[in-house]
């Protein structure tokens, strides 16, 4: 195809050459005919025909160079712009991409921005500490809850020592943790810059580049300080429980034991009063054991109640005059009797430091008898031969008491459990001593409500020197007491025999012990074995002069009976009986009308000095 072009060109070249020397010569370019002159038209025709050849030549030349060059250029330019058209779109396509890349930059900056902010703001405000650690383990960064934990800012944090002392290998057990197994998970206490430790859980993790080489270390650390107080806090909890469950468990066999016991002599002498061929002298020696095991049982079972009171809060302090004197020798005469029947060589000696116009207070006399009844019955049965020095003296604003033995003495190691409940040196079947435990407890209880102190000191087989206070609360003259005591000695020879007496009880053998101990007064008695018969005799004699109420019957209970009672009078005074001795059982009894109130067992003095308050 290419050929082709290049011999039409050429034809077209020869043509124009003819076509133009033909025209020159028919024109008379020169002016003049060249057939005039032979010479110059032979020249003419030789040396222009070869100047004409020769410029024709080159025209022809320089025009197919045009021609071609034209030709080769006009191909170039269609490739350079096919090339452009290309690049343009290349160019199109490019500036595509890079639109979509910076929208991806765009896009990727933000979303990186969003998620350096939320990290950040994630660690700004995490309650954990948080921080970060470089290859020498140097602190390189930590969360504001880091500093705040421990009550430093970044500056003294770093010059300030505030491990325990106790954990100082914390770091070199983190480190060798983190080369190795890359973890590290342990408790470390700290210094508070308040002055206390507080502990704190912590998790490292070793930060490594892709050639394994540790580049520091992450560490989370929370505070435990109250977790751990309160495991601690239910470690001891559940400890003193599984103790408290053995105490009991012993307390249990322990009151078999102490009820059985005093039982045992009183069901045994009982029986043998009935025999026939027994003394006089036997029968009051057999009496007197019956009374003594009945008091023992009697306390026993008030230490069990009053424990429960005391578990239940429901122990109350009444304040009355008192005479100091009186319970001292009360129970000085009771520990004395002790130690007879013991048959112990034990001297016991009072030393009463206290002024005569200073013997009346005003306190709670049963409580404060138990308490001092308590401390002397542990002396005297701890000490098997020596002394007991029991003193009472008036110290500042304060009224105390001392009991000190030469007994065996309490080991150092149990001083500290020795009034806490159901507690004793020697525990198990081989104890060599009888007790429950619990008379101590009730007696620092006691004292403890009535504003007083306790304490003890003792050394082992040298004795034991127990010693309370209670706050001193003056009454009144000696005098005035004595009075009053020559006024109870007298109320014992009574007559009675103008007066009607209504006792209500359901239990038949309460009947006649009441009956029989009224019966030196002359009183008329009249029984009623319920409520309902009760109110029908109080209906039938109008004329009764007191009543003696049993609070625990079947269809009516005492305080029904009470209300009824006062609906027919208002006036005769009724006695309450009961074996419910809590304080709230008591104001229950007077609000519903009765006048008083006895606690069962009831004893003859007890009743007769009740009854002569009203007749």
């Not at 400890?239 to 039982?263: G, W």
């Not at 005297?380 to 030469?406: A, M, R, W």
């Not at 619990?438 to 409500?449: F, M, P, Q, S, W």
């Not at 004795?463 to 014992?492: C, H, L, N, W």
Request: aromatic letters at 8%; proline letters at 2%; a negative charge.
């Amino acid at each position: 195809m290419g050929k082709d072009n290049r011999l039409i060109k050429s034809n077209m070249l020869f043509t124009l050459f003819i076509s133009l020397s033909e025209y020159l010569s028919g024109a008379g370019l020169l002016g003049y005919n060249p057939s005039d002159s032979p010479v110059l038209s032979y020249l003419m025709s030789t040396a222009f025909l070869h100047l004409i050849l020769t410029i024709l030549a080159a025209l022809v030349i320089i025009c197919a160079a045009i021609i071609f060059f034209t030709l080769k250029l006009r191909k170039k330019n269609r490739e350079l712009r096919d090339k452009n058209l290309e690049i343009e779109e290349i160019n199109s396509e490019l500036q595509k991409t890079i639109e979509e890349l910076k929208a991806q930059k765009s896009l990727i900056t933000r979303e990186y921005h969003e998620s350096d902010k939320f990290l950040n703001n994630l660690i700004q405000s995490a309650e954990d500490a948080i921080s970060f650690y470089d290859r020498d383990w140097n602190l390189k960064y930590a969360n504001p809850a880091f500093y705040s934990i421990i009550g430093y800012d970044r500056e003294s944090y770093r010059s300030t020592e505030v491990i325990h002392p106790d954990d100082r290998d914390y770091f070199e057990r983190r480190v060798k943790e983190l080369k190795e197994k890359g973890i590290f998970n342990s408790e470390v206490r700290l210094q508070h810059k308040d002055g206390h430790y507080i502990t704190l859980s912590t998790r490292s993790v070793a930060v490594r580049d892709d050639a394994g080489e540790i580049l520091g270390s992450l560490t989370i650390s929370r505070d435990i300080t109250k977790f751990k107080q309160i495991y601690e806090d239910l470690l001891k909890a559940n400890l003193e429980a599984e103790t408290s469950n053995r105490l009991k468990t012993s307390f249990l066999a322990n009151i078999s034991h102490e009820i059985r016991t005093p039982l045992n002599s009183v069901i045994g002498f009982s029986n043998l009063l009935l025999s026939d061929d027994i003394s006089q002298e036997m029968k009051e020696e057999y009496v007197e054991h019956i009374n003594h095991n009945s008091e023992k049982l009697l306390q026993i079972i008030g230490d069990i109640i009053d424990l429960s009171r005391l578990e239940s809060s429901q122990i109350e302090i009444s304040y009355e005059e008192t005479s100091v004197s009186e319970i001292v020798n009360e129970v000085v005469e009771e520990a004395r009797k002790e130690i007879r029947r013991n048959e112990k060589s034990i001297t016991l000696n009072v030393q009463n430091q206290f002024q005569d116009n200073c013997d009346l207070i005003f306190t709670d006399r049963v409580w404060l008898k138990r308490v001092l009844s308590h401390i002397m019955d542990n002396a005297v049965k701890f000490t098997l031969d020596g002394s007991i020095v029991f003193s009472y003296l008036k110290e500042n604003e304060d009224l105390v008491f001392s009991v000190k033995d030469t007994g065996i003495g309490i080991g150092k190691e149990n001083l500290v459990n020795i009034f806490e409940e159901f507690r004793q040196e020697i525990e198990g079947h081989h104890r060599p001593f009888e007790g429950l435990g619990i008379g101590l407890t009730l007696a620092k209880e006691v004292i403890d409500r009535m504003g007083g102190k306790i304490s003890v000191e003792s050394e082992k087989g040298i004795g034991s020197e127990f010693r309370f206070s209670i706050p001193y609360r003056p009454a009144g003259s000696t005098k005035a007491r004595v009075k009053s005591m020559a006024t109870e000695q007298d109320s014992k020879l009574l007559n009675w025999s103008s007066k009607k007496c209504l006792i209500v009880d359901d239990n038949k053998d309460v009947l006649i012990y009441l009956a029989r101990i009224l019966t030196d007064t002359k009183i008329e008695v009249l029984k009623a074995r319920s409520g309902l018969e009760a109110i029908k005799t109080i209906n039938e004699v109008p004329d009764l002069d007191i009543v003696i109420l049993d609070m625990q019957m079947p269809e009516m209970n005492g305080i029904e009976v009470t209300k009824e009672i006062r609906k027919i009078n208002k006036k005769i005074p009724i006695i309450a009986q009961t074996a419910f001795i809590f304080e709230d059982d008591k104001d229950i009894i007077l609000q519903a009308g009765c006048d008083a109130c006895l606690i069962k067992p009831i004893r003859k003095e007890h009743l007769l000095t009740m009854m002569s308050s009203f007749l």
